[in-house]
C-alpha cells in the first residue's frame, strides 16, 4: 500500500506563490509517475502535472509557465510551486501516483486526500 500525505494548502493573494508538498510512504524513485490534480467547485477534476521516469514535466496549459513539480528523492517528497497565483486557481489539490509491480506489470493508482488552495484578496 502506498500512502500519500498532502500538505501546504492555504489562502493566499492574487499575484502571491504557494508550495505544496506531497510525502510517500514508499521511495518515489519506484513509482513510474507522479504528479497534481485539482478540483474546483462545481467542476471536474483536472490535471495540474504530472511527470514519468524520464523526468520531463506535462503542465495543463492554465499553469503552463507558472507551476512547477520538483522531487527529492532522499525524502520521497513531491512538490508543487505555484507562482502568480489567479482567483481561478481556487481548488482542492490532489497528489497522484502511479505504481508499476515488476513481476506481474500489474498498475496501481493511488491519491492524496487533498488540500485546499483559496486565492482571493
Known amino acids: 500500500q502506498v500512502q500519500l500525505v498532502e500538505s501546504g494548502g492555504g489562502l493566499v493573494q492574487p499575484g502571491g506563490s504557494l508550495t505544496l508538498s506531497c510525502a510517500s510512504s514508499?521511495?518515489?524513485?519506484?513509482?513510474?509517475?507522479v504528479g497534481w490534480y485539482r478540483q474546483a467547485p462545481g467542476k471536474e477534476r483536472e490535471l495540474v502535472g504530472r511527470?514519468?521516469?524520464?523526468?520531463?514535466?506535462h503542465y495543463s496549459d492554465p499553469v503552463r509557465g507558472r507551476f512547477t513539480i520538483s522531487r527529492d528523492n532522499a525524502n520521497n517528497t513531491v512538490y508543487l510551486q505555484m507562482n502568480i497565483l489567479k482567483p481561478e486557481d481556487t481548488a482542492v489539490y490532489y497528489c497522484?501516483?502511479?505504481?508499476?509491480?515488476?513481476?506481474?506489470?500489474?498498475?496501481?493508482?493511488?491519491w492524496g486526500q487533498g488540500t485546499r488552495v483559496t486565492v482571493s484578496s
Open positions: 511527470v514519468g521516469n524520464s523526468g520531463v514535466v
Open positions: 514508499i521511495k518515489i524513485t519506484s513509482l513510474n509517475a
Open positions: 497522484y501516483a502511479r505504481q508499476i509491480t515488476g513481476w506481474s506489470q500489474a498498475t496501481y493508482e493511488h
